[in-house]
């Protein structure tokens, strides 16, 4: 029996917002004979928090501002309340049962069963400003929310055979099983509502509500940067009027796949694999071939690695609700599954008697069938690469120091899309920054009075990054950054304690894709660790 249970409670660097959770996950193993055991592995988490900010521009018209000067807003701000929080309570339950068929072949099968649930009220701030043609100087954002009430159920069955065979003297390892998936998920949420407008700029409120909302209706509208009312009675009064949502949404996958690794000589293996999946939902019924190869050779063995592998998948793609212009009225579209085909090709080294690990590899993904539309308009005629290069470097140089470095550099581009599509010739949104790259080195002392203690600093840097980026509207850019980071920590055999200073600059930085987020400041962590 094993237990692992965490508590987790964090304050916002905002002037408003919590997060905490409580974790638990019991696991039982049994072994019955020498053939037979049983594994039970569960998992409960309880969260609460509020919503986090997050800031959404314009999608129908060319933007009013296009970068985080431009806007001009303030991340200390919130624009919510500790009153109005989200709840995510989730389980989650597998029983195994593993047994020896013989020498060379082992059963494995495995039933789960999953629940997640999100309760409580959602947020976001959606940019407004053109609607308002007296306003010349700064932004207005509108405040939608709604009562989140929505349960997702998972069940899973799988059965694996694993053999380890030898063919003609050549190891063979090989999996062949049957999955089967089924998600069920049951909305009854509540539709959106605006609740307030923020205004964002120099002008004085008095010109504001005057120019914009005018005097007699709304000249209270917009008070010190923020309006509505952001109590859980105020907000359910607002909400009382919307329809709720009465969605149960079902999916079925059933897979079979068969994969085999050859050792065609102690330094060459090549391994092959077919992946079958037909989905099934309440509209459409889908099948999806993935075949995948690879091959390692290795000049030194167990030191320096050569790899290469191609990857023909798929991702299946969940039915959308598009409007209609001409009529208003909603239709629910259904899609074939985006299809992805992948090389790769790079190395792993192991150097100097285990004291440095190293990957290098350079990837060329190529995806089809790719949605893309506004909620408006929307087609799966898209296209698009992604090609780039990564590095991950472990190394231990000496006794007690450790040092941990990554980089990646990514492009990545739209290439086919509808005739005036807004995303044609684009770096899609979900690209992220184009160079991303990290260092974390740590030292502990071995040995004397201050065995166990040591000292940690590194950082993460990420270069600017196009969250949105439209032919229509525009771009929208958030900057790059660099954030660093230090610990303190004490280390033995049943305690561990760790402090850690994070964004020890006080970088003001912010991530998204089509969405604003701002991130923490300078804050303290602290982390408690007992083994028994």
């Known amino acids: 029996l094993r237990i692992n249970t965490a508590y987790h409670t964090q304050n ?3 002037d408003a917002g919590f997060s905490k959770s409580f974790f638990f996950a019991p696991s039982l193993s049994y072994q019955v004979n020498d053939r037979l055991s049983f594994l039970i592995n569960t998992e409960f988490y309880s969260g609460e928090s509020t919503n986090p900010t997050m800031l959404f ?24 309340s500790n009153d109005l929080t989200l709840k995510n309570p989730t389980y989650s339950l597998q029983g195994q049962m593993n047994y020896i068929l013989s020498e060379n072949w082992t059963s494995e099968t495995a039933v789960s069963r999953g629940s997640s649930k999100s309760e409580g009220y959602y947020s976001y701030l959606y940019e407004t400003t053109r609607f308002y043609e007296g306003l010349d100087e700064g932004v207005v954002l509108t405040r939608y929310m709604n009562n989140q009430n929505s349960t997702t159920l998972t069940t899973d069955f799988q059965q694996n055979f694993i053999g380890d065979f030898e063919i003609f003297g050549m190891r063979n390892r090989m999996v062949a099983g049957l999955d089967y998936f089924q998600r069920e998920t049951i909305d009854n949420g509540t539709g959106y509502v605006g609740n307030g407008n923020i205004y964002i700029g120099n002008a004085s409120l008095q010109n504001v509500n005057e ?15 923020d309006s509505g009312i952001l109590s859980t ?10 329809n709720r949502n009465n969605n149960i949404v079902k999916e079925d996958i059933y897979s079979a796949y068969v994969s085999n690794v050859l050792n065609i000589t102690p330094a060459l293996s090549a391994m092959a694999s077919l992946r079958i999946d037909q989905f099934e939902n309440d509209s459409n019924s889908q099948t999806a071939l993935s075949p995948k190869f690879g091959v390692v050779y290795q000049p030194i063995l167990d030191r320096v690695s050569v790899f290469a592998n191609y990857m023909d998948g798929f991702s299946n ?8 212009q001409d009529t208003g009225e909603t239709n629910r579209i259904t899609f074939d599954p985006e299809h992805a085909t992948q090389f790769e090709i790079g ?3 192991n150097l100097f008697n285990d004291k440095l690990f190293a990957t290098l590899s350079y990837y060329d993904i190529q995806v089809e069938n790719i949605v893309l539309g506004n909620g408006i308009n929307v087609n799966q005629d898209g296209t698009q690469y992604s090609r780039g290069f990564e590095a991950r470097i472990t190394a231990s140089p000496v006794d007690g120091l450790n040092l941990i470095a990554g980089f990646s550099h990514n492009d990545s581009e739209v290439t086919e899309a509808s005739e005036n599509d807004d995303f044609l010739g684009r770096r899609p949104e979900s690209a992220g920054p184009e160079t991303l ?16 203690f040591g000292l940690g600093f590194g950082g993460n840097y990420a270069s600017d990054n196009m969250i949105f980026n439209r032919n229509t509207a525009g771009i929208f850019t958030l900057p790059s950054y660099t954030v660093i980071n230090a610990a303190v920590f004490y280390d033995v055999d049943k305690f561990s304690i760790n402090l850690k200073l994070n964004n020890l600059t006080n970088e003001d930085y912010f991530n998204g894709w089509s969405t604003i987020n701002p991130q923490a400041p300078r804050n303290f962590a602290a982390a408690l660790t007992y083994r028994f």
Request: net charge negative; hydrophobic share 40%; no cysteine.
């Open 12 to 14: 916002s660097f905002q």
């Open 57 to 80: 521009v314009d999608r129908g018209a060319p933007l009013t501002v296009t970068n985080i000067e431009e806007l001009g807003y303030n991340s200390n701000r919130s624009y919510t």
């Open 211 to 225: 120019s914009v909302f005018g005097i007699t209706e709304q000249a209270n509208y917009i008070t010190s940067g």
């Open 233 to 242: 009675a105020a907000v359910d009064g607002l909400l009382v009027n919307t």
């Open 317 to 324: 793609v969940a039915p959308s609700e598009v409007i209609n």
């Open 347 to 349: 190395t792993k080294l």
């Open 437 to 452: 790259a990290n260092l974390w080195a740590s030292y502990k002392f071995t040995a004397g009075v201050a065995q166990g």
